[in-house]
C-alpha cells in the first residue's frame, strides 16, 4: 500500500496549492481531472505526461522536467509519454522513494474515467 493519495493530500495543503484537487470552498476540482484525448497529445519530450495507476488510482503525472534526470534513461520514459505506464513501471520495481519523494513533484491530476 503506496498511499499516494494521504501523500497528495499532505503535500497539497502545505506546499504545492496550485496542483490541489481541493478548492478553496472544500469542494474537489473537478479541472484537475483529465480524459485520454488530452493525456495522449502530451506525448513529446518537451511535453510530456504519463499516468500510473497507483492503489487503484490513476493519476497523471507531468513528467517533462524529469525526462533528463531519469536514472533508467530518457528513452525509455518518453516511450511511455500520452500512455498508462503502469505495467513497465512496475515491473521495473521502482523503489518507495520514487514514489514518496520523486512522483509528488510531477503530480497533475486524475485521470478522467
Ligand atoms: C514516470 C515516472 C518515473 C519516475 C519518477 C522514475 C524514477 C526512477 C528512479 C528514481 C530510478 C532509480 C531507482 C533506484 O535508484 O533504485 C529509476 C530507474 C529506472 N526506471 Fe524509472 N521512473 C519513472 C518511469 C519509468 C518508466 C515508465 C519506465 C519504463 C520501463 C522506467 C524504467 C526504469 C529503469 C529501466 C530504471 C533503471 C533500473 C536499474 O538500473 O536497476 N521508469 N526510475
Do not use: Q, R
Request: with cysteine; aromatic share 12%; glycine share 8%.
Amino acid at each position: 500500500m503506496k498511499d499516494i493519495t494521504k501523500h497528495y493530500y499532505t503535500k497539497m495543503n502545505h506546499k504545492n496549492e496550485n496542483i490541489s484537487l481541493i478548492g478553496g470552498n472544500g469542494v474537489i476540482d473537478i479541472n484537475k481531472f483529465y480524459s485520454w484525448e488530452e493525456i495522449s497529445k502530451h506525448n513529446k519530450s518537451s511535453d510530456g505526461w504519463i499516468v500510473l495507476t497507483i492503489d487503484n488510482i490513476s493519476c497523471v503525472f507531468d513528467v517533462t522536467k524529469w525526462i533528463p534526470e531519469h536514472p533508467g534513461g530518457p528513452d525509455v520514459l518518453i516511450k511511455h509519454l500520452g500512455i498508462d505506464a503502469t505495467s513497465n513501471f512496475e515491473a521495473i520495481g521502482h523503489p518507495e522513494f520514487v514514489y514518496k519523494k520523486i512522483l509528488p513533484k510531477y503530480f497533475k491530476g486524475y485521470l478522467k474515467v
